[in-house]
């Protein structure tokens, strides 16, 4: 099917849509049926397609007795399952629990019974530790399976099932409680589906972040947070974002920049998805050498790693019409050589910034497609109000001085689920009845009204553009039976922006060996994720101390970045 050529002038000032997430997606399918919505390792989905998948999945969710409120854990990559089943329990009202695949055993249980979850969706892979964690949760939930090779076309689905999922295809191997995503979908054919019902406070996915403490929040957020995201995202896209464009969704679904944008938006849209699943530098070159997107988005991370791949070398990249960075801050050395690099390759952009939270979906400022100036994060987008304040309090200060960023707009969460102390923290309304989120970043506004962030309040390491609570990491450490305590820092990494590393003072008569150390990091894996995990072990006899008697970290940061400067 020939696409036409891409509509360069983007529609403003369009009504956000108060329907579902559901409902923009049927729209879409309404406005171009046979435009591809998903391109999955080269097997295409169209709108038409996929929103009839759609609807037998929430079929069978509906027949299994999943209703309206129930909450459903989507533990998956990038694949076409995650995605339909997000939709799917979006048409009949459920709420989809959003959750890191490679999360610890421990940390899905705090996810399934934190959330109250009856299902969890899992890939084959993961099934094994996904159990685990269920038969530790107290919500017993029942798991759905599904496979990657279900999804791939017939060559690829054979090679693969045959040759790289010999071992996963026992799973599961609870015959009686666990199900087949492809069987289970099966039972949804020709069930009858409510009539979609919107309500702006309706919870429609939760999201997960630190909040302001460190401890997982689960963030709550409405349809009419992702279709508003979806509108803005589109105004400032550089072009008309619809039937024709091609965006390459790599960055995870259980990631508001991912789910947000990399999925929900352009789908809304009537634009292409092409999913990366899983990826290195190198696939995920040949993904964009091969497929030709026409945006790409990333964490700084991933530009740095792109920068390093001979593969570009000759290559056309002008059909690139937006690249995007968020999720950590992009240096401005990294963002001249990755400019550099994409003039050099033919391609007529520069890495826009963007910055946001998950409490607001994702990105609510971003750099004008035209126009950039060396440290700002951008303008913020369409009725995203953003204000300078005195750090907790609603008293503005000058253009140009530091203050606490404080965000107020359409994308703003509904709230964190059962925390009315962090919601108390974060959410507060001001005088004329405007409820503003208080981001806990530093930053100013310049005269012209574009954000500059400069650095956070809250304790946080961010790493390739996850974020990490130091203080959750030193309660896990310190629970070892060979720690007496610990110290976690961020340390500047060329690749990772930052990486991990722990100081820790052992217990009396414990070795500060290489085999202390395995034994520690093997620990960790069963209670962190592998972001939060140290990537540096350091023994220290006694670690400094402020004059009230807690772990001076900030000395330890100091000592850290004279250590990086001498290098």
């Not at 790599?250 to 999925?263: D, E, R, S």
Request: charged share 25%.
């Amino acid at each position: 099917m020939k696409l036409p050529e891409i509509d360069m002038n983007p529609v403003m000032g369009r009504p956000y849509p108060e329907t579902t997430m559901f409902g923009v997606i049927a729209e879409s399918a309404k406005r171009v049926p046979n435009a591809p919505a998903l391109d999955f390792m080269g097997k295409i989905t169209t709108f038409s397609e996929f929103v009839k998948k759609i609807e037998q999945a929430a079929g069978a969710f509906l027949n299994y007795g999943i209703k309206e409120g129930d909450k459903v854990t989507i533990c998956m990559p990038n694949t076409p399952q995650g995605i339909i089943c997000l939709y799917a329990l979006n048409r009949i009202g459920a709420v989809a629990n959003m959750v890191h695949p490679l999360s610890s055993k421990k940390n899905i249980t705090f996810y399934l019974d934190y959330s109250g979850s009856k299902m969890i969706l899992t890939l084959d892979q993961f099934y094994e530790k996904v159990k685990a964690a269920v038969k530790e949760s107290e919500t017993n939930a029942d798991i759905l399976v599904a496979r990657i090779q279900d999804e791939l076309p017939l060559v690829k689905a054979i090679a693969y099932k045959y040759l790289k999922n010999k071992e996963n295809n026992k799973f599961p191997t609870d015959k009686k409680k666990d199900l087949v995503w492809t069987e289970f979908v099966k039972t949804g054919e020709g069930v009858k589906l409510p009539e979609i019902k919107f309500d702006k406070n309706r919870g429609a996915a939760i999201l997960y972040s630190g909040g302001t403490s460190g401890t997982p929040k689960g963030i709550l957020l409405s349809d009419f947070n992702f279709n508003a995201l979806g509108v803005q995202i589109s105004e400032i896209a550089g072009c008309k974002l619809d039937y024709g464009c091609k965006f390459l969704s790599v960055m995870p679904i259980f990631h508001g920049f991912g789910l947000g944008i990399g999925i929900h938006t352009v789908l809304q849209n009537g634009a292409m998805c092409i999913l990366i699943p899983q990826f290195t530098k190198e696939t995920y070159a040949k993904a964009v050498i091969k497929n030709k997107p026409n945006f790409i988005a990333g964490v700084p991370t991933l530009y740095e790693a792109l920068l390093k791949v001979d593969l570009f070398d000759g290559k056309d990249l002008s059909f690139l019409i937006g690249v995007f960075s968020g999720g950590d801050s992009l240096s401005p050395e990294l963002k001249n050589r990755a400019d550099k690099f994409f003039k050099e390759h033919n391609a007529s952009v520069q890495i826009r910034e963007g910055y946001g939270l998950t409490e607001c979906v994702t990105a609510s400022c971003v750099t004008p497609v035209d126009r950039a100036k060396e440290g700002s994060i951008g303008l913020p987008l369409r009725d995203m109000e953003y204000r300078i304040v005195e750090p907790g309090t609603f008293n503005e200060v000058k253009r140009g001085e530091m203050g606490e960023i404080i965000i107020s707009g359409p994308t703003l969460m509904l709230g964190y689920i059962d925390a009315p102390e962090e919601n108390a923290k974060t959410l507060r309304t001001d005088e004329n009845g405007t409820v503003w989120m208080f981001s806990g970043d530093m930053g100013y506004m310049d005269e012209e009204g574009f954000i500059y962030f400069k650095q956070r309040i809250k304790r946080l390491i961010v790493t390739s553009g996850y974020n990490v609570y130091p203080t959750h990491l030193e309660n896990i450490l310190d629970k070892h039976p060979a720690v007496d305590y610990s110290c976690v820092i961020g340390v500047k990494d060329s690749y990772k922006m930052k990486r991990i590393r722990a100081y820790i003072v052992l217990k009396n008569g414990e070795e500060a060996s290489e085999e202390t150390k395995k034994k520690i990091l093997e620990y960790c894996k069963e209670y962190l994720d592998v972001f939060e995990r140290p990537k540096e072990i350091i023994f220290k006899d006694e670690l400094p101390k402020t004059l009230v008697g807690k772990v001076a970290y900030r000395l330890l940061e100091e000592e850290a970045e004279k250590e990086v400067e001498t290098k």
